[in-house]
């Protein structure tokens, strides 16, 4: 039985070398996760962080896919959003709120879904 065992372990582990791996790498709510953005210093620090990001999944040809909270899009927020898309990256959307639809009913949360697709219909 170890014999079989064995045989089945070295046969499933040669399998296994052979297929590509895949990966996807979702970042939740962009353009800034969990950011303050009241001083500019703390502005300064998130769009240094947001950059190195985007340079790091570029430089490691990592695809990733970013999800938008639209009612937190602030003034001058969107050319970071462009910018992720220009890189090569995927974006959707992570309504508009971001509420929690365990604690809501379908239709309102419909309604907010809704509302971020005519935001983010523009990028």
């Known amino acids: 039985m170890r014999s079989f065992l064995i ?5 499933v ?12 790498i979702t970042i939740d709510d962009l353009p800034f996760v969990a950011s303050k953005m009241d001083t500019p210093g703390n502005q300064q620090r998130a769009i240094e962080r947001f950059d190195r990001l985007v340079q790091f999944l570029v430089d490691n040809q990592v695809p990733a896919t970013g999800f938008i909270i639209a009612g937190a899009i602030g003034k ?3 050319a970071f959003l462009e910018k992720f898309k220009a890189a090569g ?4 959307s992570h309504t508009y709120s971001h509420y929690n639809l365990n604690t809501m009913n379908v239709d309102k949360y419909l309604a907010d879904v809704a509302r971020a697709d005519k935001v983010l219909s523009a990028i």
């Open 7 to 11: 045989a089945v372990f070295s046969f």
């Open 13 to 24: 582990s040669f399998l296994s070398f052979g297929q590509t791996r895949e990966i996807a």
């Open 76 to 78: 001058g927020q969107w």
């Open 89 to 92: 990256f995927n974006l959707g």
